[in-house]
T-cell receptor, first 111, second 118 residues
Framework: GNSVTQMEGPVTLSEEAFLTINCTYT??????LFWYVQYPGEGLQLLLK?????DKGSNKGFEATYRKETTSFHLEKGSVQVSDSAVYFC??????????FGKGTLLTVNP | DTGVSQNPRHKITKRGQNVTFRCDPI?????LYWYRQTLGQGPEFLTY????????KSRLLSDRFSAERPKGSFSTLEIQRTEQGDSAMYLC????????????????FGAGSRLTVL
């Protein structure tokens, strides 16, 4: 079956620090990969996606590259802001129409 | 369009009572999903509709749970004889027609309905 493993949090950084949140996956077939973000009190929002190997998804300064050889989709940002504080979920979908999520990583950015 | 709407946002109930949650998807979306999220975990798939047809149900969806989408628009999720283990955030999502695995469409989530069973 499909599964997603994220690095465990919480992650606490100072403003302008570099962020990496690791994500690896196992999947049958060829998945599309996603990062979703959940801000406090809000629903899940799509942050970025990649649909095939070597694709790079990017949005709001965040980036992740679909690495088939390492089955990874690590999230990075060069300079985090306080407003980036949220829970980040790595997820995948295959032809079965179901998103499979990781457990989430809580990021706190201090001024 | 205001996105995916879920009601109520919060529900506190006593063990053994029945509860119902409603989801109004984005109007042009034909697929509708229910997920459950417990504290510290990622969302877990419960069930999925394409139009009014319920195409798949997770084994997490015991016989106390029932979901409907009678006219292919809004959906309801009912939990009968609630148990404390049912306490969670229930998330609804919708997506447009197309090939999901290609990433051509994306699940848009509502803010969720939080259930607390005392």
């Amino acid at each position: 079956g499909n599964s997603v493993t994220q690095m465990e949090g919480p992650v606490t950084l100072s403003e302008e620090a570099f962020l990496t949140i690791n994500c690896t996956y196992t999947a049958t077939g060829y998945p599309s990969l996603f990062w979703y973000v959940q801000y406090p009190g809000e629903g899940l929002q799509l942050l970025l996606k990649a649909t095939k190997a070597d694709d790079k998804g990017s949005n709001k300064g965040f980036e992740a590259t679909y690495r088939k050889e390492t089955t990874s989709f690590h999230l990075e940002k060069g300079s985090v802001q306080v407003s980036d504080s949220a829970v980040y979920f790595c997820a995948l979908i295959t032809s079965n129409y179901k998103l499979t999520f990781g457990k989430g990583t809580l990021l706190t950015v201090n001024p | 369009d205001t996105g995916v709407s879920q009601n109520p946002r919060h529900k506190i109930t006593k063990r053994g009572q029945n509860v119902t949650f409603r989801c109004d998807p984005i109007s042009e979306h034909n697929r509708l999903y229910w997920y459950r999220q417990t504290l510290g975990q990622g969302p877990e798939f419960l069930t999925y509709f394409q139009n009014e047809a319920q195409l798949e149900k997770s084994r997490l969806l015991s016989d106390r749970f029932s979901a409907e989408r009678p006219k292919g628009s809004f959906s309801t999720l009912e939990i009968q004889r609630t148990e404390q283990g049912d306490s969670a955030m229930y998330l609804c999502a919708s997506s447009s027609p197309g090939q999901v695995y290609s990433g051509a469409n994306v699940l848009t989530f509502g803010a969720g309905s939080r259930l607390t069973v005392l």
